[in-house]
């Protein structure tokens, strides 16, 4: 049963236009999400998170949204740069300190 | 100087032969974790140790054991290694701080099993 699901393996954004990665869970008992990037010979790296008790949260070009009733929060990047182009994934913790990741999306920024 | 080390950074072994991976941090951090990446599966939990007494399994704990040998080193072993065990490994650090809950992953090892 995968409890963290990235439907969409990949996807190519331009330069300067917006970037929405989704992910969707399936255990209501996650109470924290996290974002991570990963660029190819390296670990991923913390991006943004968010709390079960909020909404959105917003970090510079990064925000994220998420909706408790629909089990779905997303990450849009306003505007994507060509740096931006990595893998992301997702990961919710149900406050036991344990992370289950999505499968991870590899965004692409068009120059 | 990288905060979580992993050694070694690539490591190509036979079936059968019994092979650790190492990680050491520097942040202080009490919980560490390893995790594997395959293509297609995301990361995936092996193993996680809260303090130096505290191991637990993960999602995919069979075929693997571990040693908290420090606060500061977590090693993960496969006794018999297989094939399919072939991935990239990452280990990663947390803080005991409740109001924190980001991970630091290491810089990964890739394993491959003939």
């Known amino acids: 049963d995968q409890q963290v699901k990235q439907n969409s393996p990949s996807l190519s954004v331009q330069e300067g236009r917006i970037s929405i990665l989704n992910c969707d869970y399936t255990?209501?008992?996650?109470?924290?999400f996290l974002w991570y990037k990963k660029y190819p010979a390296e670990g991923p790296t913390f991006l943004i998170s968010?709390?079960?008790?909020?909404d959105k949260n917003e970090d510079g070009r990064f925000t994220v949204f998420l909706n408790k009733s629909a089990k779905h929060l997303s990450l849009h990047i306003v505007p994507s740069q060509p740096g931006d182009s990595a893998v992301y994934f997702c990961?919710?913790?149900?406050?036991?300190?344990?992370?289950?990741f999505g499968t991870g999306t590899r965004l692409k920024v068009l120059a | 100087d990288a905060d979580v080390t992993q050694t070694p950074r690539n490591r190509i072994t036979k079936t059968g032969k019994r092979i650790m991976l190492e990680c050491s941090q520097t942040?202080?951090?009490?919980?560490m974790y390893w995790y594997r990446q395959d293509p297609g599966l995301g990361l995936r939990l092996i193993y996680y140790?809260?303090?130096?007494?505290?191991?637990n399994k993960g999602e995919i704990s069979d075929g693997y054991s571990v040693s908290r040998q420090a606060q500061a080193k977590f090693s993960l072993s496969l006794e018999s290694a297989i094939p399919n065990q072939t991935a990239l490994y990452f280990c990663?650090?947390?803080?005991?701080?409740?109001?924190?809950?980001?991970?630091?992953f290491g810089p990964g090892t890739r394993l491959t099993v003939t």
């Open positions: 968010i709390s079960s008790i909020k």
């Open positions: 990961a919710g913790s149900s406050g036991t300190y344990k992370y289950i």
């Open positions: 140790s809260f303090d130096v007494k505290d191991i």
């Open positions: 990663a650090t947390s803080a005991r701080d409740k109001s924190s809950y980001e991970q630091y």
């Open positions: 255990n209501s008992m996650f109470d924290y």
């Open positions: 942040k202080g951090h009490d919980r």
